[in-house]
């Protein structure tokens, strides 16, 4: 149901928005249409309505029943006394409910905080209070690990939280099944205000929130979706958790809904898991980091199955090294597409013409011709093409500045709007980038950013640790893992020990040293930082 019974959703404070000048010429060349990601939706389900969207454990489901729980449960939250504008933690796994979760809340107004299903009370307690979110949207259990006991937690730190909806068992909490009324008129969503908020990878400390717009994300969405050749007849595969930017909009499965293609959802993505999905759904595209590409071509060689139908398999979060590049079409059969990019915006893509010695050693070009890319030397000077410098974006899906982080952004954003990746590359003649580093202080472990400063600054609250300092070393498995490296006082804490101390922080579990070290004194620039180069030498 449209209509506009409620008032249209007004921006959000603390959002920095596309300067007039800007927006002006982004929608003046059609790459903002004013469309709402919840009329991606109901725009395929009056083409397709009884086409399967999506794949679940009891059947296929069609465009016409998503689109009618959406709109049910959008209508449940505007009767829970959620309004549009307000934030709600959406901490769920890779399931149907969450495809619902997203498309009722991108209709009623409400503004999902995209949370990943491995953080725990440190970053929740964080995206909660920053967000100011009215809502705290959960699994009952996942992994064994009971997320009520969790909920009530967070309600009890965030006063802001006034409503918790579980998935399963809700114990004293709502049950996300209740969240269900008539389909009623839906407010008028502004086109430009913001879709969803998107976790940073967390370069300093928490996580910061990445503001999307319905304008920008649509344009991402369509053009992801264009690029990598998707269309109604696709299946795509979500195994990597769905409230990822790359899984989500890359083209994932928003790319696969705008087109009118079908969904199939993972929260085990090992190949035993992964492989029999493919077989039994047909799947024929589906997106990866590094580390699972590796185990992937591995697993072909001890796996019995069909792979046949996958066309097209997506690598990004992390650089993906030439040497597994080219395994991937002889063992998987399937063309490769490079992805790098940024929850922040930029996106680039190997196409698929590409010749194959820039889809196995480049990670891609800009996905817009309104991309404005910079690669740029320490002291903010363009390079001589084909030098590596910091990698600097503003464009039509980049945004100009985190949630509620002003001084963040001073740091984060140029005064003309360009984003600073702190990503180092190489520039092609063929505008192709080939990423050579990082200038942050920044573990990519599987694909998950770890920001080394929040792992240091909990380490340093264990009473033995005098100092700490945490570095990531290169790792065929994980791309990179986490080292940790202690000045202590008396007896080395053992790393089970160090883990299960981290854990009782809160602390994710992706975001836990894979070994400790113990050093007599840290490594220091002249200027008194850690030198995280000497580290790495010292422990490597």
């Known amino acids: 149901m449209t209509g506009a019974a409620q008032p249209r959703t007004a921006p959000l404070d603390g959002v920095v928005e596309f300067p007039a000048e800007f927006a002006e010429r982004y929608r003046t060349a059609g790459y903002w249409r004013g469309e709402t990601l919840g ?140 969240v269900d009324a008539d389909p009623r008129e839906l407010p008028e969503v502004d086109p430009s205000s913001v879709a969803v908020l998107l976790v940073s990878g967390g370069t300093t400390g928490v996580p910061k929130l990445i503001p999307r717009t319905h304008d920008d994300y649509a344009y991402n969405t369509r053009t992801s979706a264009q690029i990598s050749a998707l269309t109604e007849d696709d299946v795509y595969l979500a195994a990597l958790p769905a409230a990822h930017n790359f899984p989500l909009c890359c083209p994932g499965i928003l790319g696969t809904v705008a087109v009118g293609g079908s969904v199939a959802l993972l929260t085990d993505p090992s190949p035993e898991s992964a492989f029999a999905a493919i077989e039994r759904h047909g799947v024929t595209v589906t997106a990866l980091v590094p ?86 030397d320490a002291d903010g000077n363009d390079v001589a093409p084909g030098e590596e410098g910091e990698l600097l974006t503003r464009g039509p899906y980049t945004i100009r500045g985190y949630y509620r982080a002003a001084e963040h952004n001073t740091r984060s954003f140029t005064p003309d709007g360009f984003y600073r990746s702190g990503d180092l590359v190489r520039r092609l003649p063929s505008g192709h980038l080939v990423v050579t580093g990082r200038i942050k202080d920044v573990i990519n472990r599987a694909g998950e950013n770890v920001s080394a400063e929040e792992v240091e600054e909990h380490l340093a609250l264990h009473p033995a640790v005098r100092q700490a300092a945490v570095v990531g070393l290169a790792d065929d498995a994980l791309g990179e893992k986490i080292c940790a490296a202690v000045v202590v006082d008396g007896q080395t804490p053992s790393l089970p020990e160090l883990r299960g101390f981290l854990q009782t922080k809160g602390l994710a579990a992706f975001k836990l040293p894979d070994a400790v070290h113990r050093v007599a004194t840290l490594p220091l620039t002249a200027v008194g930082k850690i030198d995280r180069k000497a580290l790495r030498a010292l422990i490597g």
């Open 39 to 178: 009329a991606l939706l109901r725009s395929t389900t009056a083409r397709r309505p009884d086409a399967t969207a999506l794949h679940t454990t009891s059947g296929p489901m069609t465009y016409a029943e998503l689109d009618r729980r959406a709109d049910r449960f959008a209508a449940g939250l505007l009767e829970l006394g959620l309004h549009p504008g307000d934030r709600a933690v959406v901490h769920l796994p890779s399931t149907p409910e969450f495809v619902v979760a997203l498309f009722g809340m991108l209709r009623a107004g409400v503004v999902p905080v995209l949370c990943l299903p491995a953080h725990r009370q440190t970053e929740v307690i964080h995206l909660a209070e920053l967000s100011g979110a009215a809502a705290y949207l959960i699994q009952d259990l996942d992994g064994g690990f009971d997320f009520r006991e969790l909920a009530a937690t967070v309600r009890e730190r965030v006063p802001s939280v006034r409503h918790v909806v579980v998935v399963g068992d809700p114990g004293p909490f709502t049950a996300f099944d209740s």
């Open 291 to 376: 580390a699972l590409t590796r185990l992937w071509c591995a697993a072909t060689e001890w796996e019995d199955v069909d792979l046949s139908t996958l066309r097209l398999l997506q690598v990004g979060g992390a650089r993906l090294a030439e040497a597994d590049a080219v395994q991937v079409r002889p063992a998987l059969g399937a063309a490769l597409q490079q992805v790098f990019g940024m929850a922040e915006g930029l996106l680039n893509y190997t196409r698929l013409d590409d010749a194959d010695e820039l889809v196995t050693t480049t990670q891609g070009r800009p996905l817009s011709d309104a991309d404005e890319v910079r690669v740029v």
